[in-house]
């Protein structure tokens, strides 16, 4: 037997603990705000709001548009969490759907759903998998250098990313004259 009981508070906290790490890479935020963009633009132009004895019935002849963009703005939140290798594509594409939205759907579900998308696909489109920290003995925390000091701590001078002139190392492809 095992001195310390696997309880139900035990069970909790390694759901949570591999809850967070499964939400650590992927971009698990834009994917939330993006599905919940799509719930009010494709749920609010079949609804019947009700105040007092006054019913409005939001009905449009843009209802299966509504419906469309909801449903695909869902899919593309469900996307960015389980492809997130297609985080790129889902983001502008949620973007995209959500500016459609304002047009065809009430206002992209009176801007509640529209912000939600657009926030949503921004975050996937900035969300990039993050890098392991360096661990206590200081492994990995300086890049190797050349082969030949054995990344003894030389700091090397970084090379200019593009020269106006071009030199032999940077042609793109192109050949000298």
């Not at 759901?15 to 963009?37: E, I, K, M, V, Y």
């Not at 019913?55 to 909801?70: C, F, P, V, W």
């Not at 939140?77 to 889902?90: H, N």
Request: hydrophobic content about 45%; glycine content about 16%; aromatic content about 10%.
């Amino acid at each position: 037997m095992s001195a310390k009981p696997h309880g139900l508070l035990d069970r909790i906290g390694s759901w949570r603990r591999s809850f967070r790490s499964w939400r650590d890479q992927r971009p698990f935020w834009a994917g939330l705000l993006t599905l919940l963009g799509g719930l009010p633009i494709m749920y609010l132009p079949y609804a019947n709001l009700t105040l007092g004895q006054l019913t409005i019935r939001m009905a449009t002849t843009a209802g299966s548009g509504s419906l469309i963009i909801g449903v695909l703005l869902v899919v593309l939140g469900i996307t960015m969490w389980f492809q997130s290798a297609a985080r790129f594509f889902a983001g502008v594409a949620a973007i995209l759907l959500a500016l459609v939205s304002l047009v065809v759907s009430n206002f992209g579900g009176f801007l509640v759903g529209f912000l939600l998308a657009l926030i949503g696909g921004g975050l996937s489109i900035a969300w990039a998998p993050g890098t392991t920290a360096p661990d206590a003995a200081g492994e990995g925390a300086t890049p190797p250098g050349p082969a030949g000091d054995g990344g003894g701590g030389h700091e090397r001078t970084p090379e200019p990313a593009w020269s106006a002139f071009g030199d032999d190392k940077s042609l793109n492809g192109r050949h000298r004259a």
